[in-house]
């Protein structure tokens, strides 16, 4: 991570969590921390005291990349010409139920 001099504030951690085996992470919020250490520790104190996860993940905010909004055309690129990504195109077996 690299440190703000000017700051006073710690680095920014994102925090997922995963509420049973098998399940997804998913993004619980953040935490403020100097290292990955204490972003653990901090992330376990404040999105699972409750025992509403039994895995955390953090991951430092600056190193998260998204896509710029004016790029959603051509970063998204319709996949229309794609039959098969669409669910449709797969046969259900008998006794399948969707839910």
């Not at 703000?4 to 997804?24: C, H, Y």
């Not at 699972?48 to 996860?53: K, L």
Request: no cysteine; glycine share 6%; charged share 25%.
């Amino acid at each position: 991570m690299e440190e703000n001099k000017n700051s006073t504030q710690w680095d920014l951690w994102e925090v997922f969590t995963q509420k049973r085996t098998g399940a997804p992470h998913e993004h619980a919020g953040s935490v403020h921390a100097p290292d990955k250490e204490m972003a653990l520790q901090n992330a376990r104190d404040v999105y699972s005291r409750r025992g509403e996860a039994i895995n955390l993940w953090v991951v430092p905010s600056a190193a998260i990349v998204a896509n710029q909004p004016e790029d959603v055309g051509n970063f998204f690129e319709p996949s229309n010409d794609k039959i098969y990504r669409h669910p449709q195109f797969y046969k259900l077996p008998k006794g399948v139920e969707l839910e």
